[in-house]
């Protein structure tokens, strides 16, 4: 397994797009969140934001999208230039390679995913009181010694994880870069549009409780957790088994097609 994920490694860190990519991930989530961040305002003539938490992590929207793309080229990459061949050759163990892959590219998305929510959430805790968002007004500031912070946080680099990994199965299974990401920026996107436009709001809540972001992103949340259509831990549950069941049909198409 060691040969494996040194192999992989080497494969995921020489592609040229890899690092700017994954310096995008940081730098979208940052950027935006601190964006968002300076564009409300709380006073008595405006409506507050609630969720100053969730608020600061908007950016995380955009990031993901960058994460999915590191993960399918991860795997497509290979399809693509014929490579794939040579490795499975070499390691016949198919889901030996798919294991290693999920591994290299968790390892990566965790390496990005903390320096941007981080970087989020300081930048939140220096923005938002000069918009009004301070203790006189109820909010404390930004820190991750609060229970509910650290959650969205840890909870957010997770999230960014699952991912990875549920864009590395469609695309094992998939092969196709342009497809693969196609179909998982569908699957990230479409729930949210879906519960916006669904007439009936039971049917929205249902949308927005087996989404893979609309559920997983839920873990942001810190403030009406008794009025979100699921559960942080229980949304991250969703995203989870959305990415475990793309694994197990990348690794079962991997194992019964040809290279």
């Given at each position: 397994m060691s040969e494996a994920l040194h192999a992989e490694w080497t494969k995921l860190r020489t592609l040229p797009a890899t690092w700017w990519l994954l310096l995008g991930v940081v730098a979208a989530t940052?950027?935006?969140?601190?964006?968002?961040?300076?564009?409300?305002?709380?006073?008595?003539?405006?409506?507050?934001?609630?969720?100053?938490?969730?608020?600061?992590?908007?950016?995380?929207?955009?990031?993901?999208?960058?994460?999915?793309?590191?993960?399918v080229l991860a795997v497509s990459g290979e399809y693509?230039?014929?490579?794939?061949?040579?490795?499975?050759?070499?390691?016949?163990?198919?889901?030996?390679?798919?294991?290693a892959k999920a591994g290299v590219v968790t390892a990566v998305t965790l390496a990005a995913g903390l320096p941007a929510v981080l970087g989020s959430v300081l930048a939140g805790r220096l923005i938002l009181p000069g918009h009004g968002y301070a203790s006189a007004n109820g909010y404390p500031?930004?820190?991750?010694?609060?229970?509910?912070?650290?959650?969205a946080a840890a909870g957010t680099v997770l999230y960014l994880a699952l991912i990875a990994l549920l864009s590395l199965g469609v695309a094992t299974a998939i092969r196709d870069s342009a497809v693969a990401i196609g179909a998982v920026l569908g699957l990230l996107y479409l729930f949210p549009i879906l519960a916006q436009v669904?007439?009936?709001?039971?049917?929205?809540?249902?949308?927005?409780q087996i989404g893979p972001m609309t559920a997983g992103l839920?873990?942001?949340?810190?403030?009406?957790?008794r009025s979100l259509p699921i559960g942080p831990w229980a949304g991250l549950g969703v995203a989870a088994a959305w990415a475990a069941a793309a694994l197990a049909a990348g690794a079962l198409a991997l194992c019964r097609r040809d290279a």
């Open positions: 940052v950027i935006i969140g601190a964006t968002v961040s300076a564009s409300v305002s709380c006073t008595p003539a405006a409506a507050c934001h609630a969720d100053v938490t969730k608020l600061s992590l908007t950016g995380t929207y955009l990031g993901q999208a960058a994460i999915a793309i590191v993960a693509a230039t014929g490579m794939i061949a040579t490795t499975l050759a070499a390691m016949p163990r198919r889901t030996t390679v798919l294991a500031a930004l820190s991750l010694a609060s229970g509910t912070v650290l959650r669904a007439g009936n709001p039971g049917v929205a809540r249902q949308l927005q839920q873990i942001q949340a810190s403030t009406g957790l």
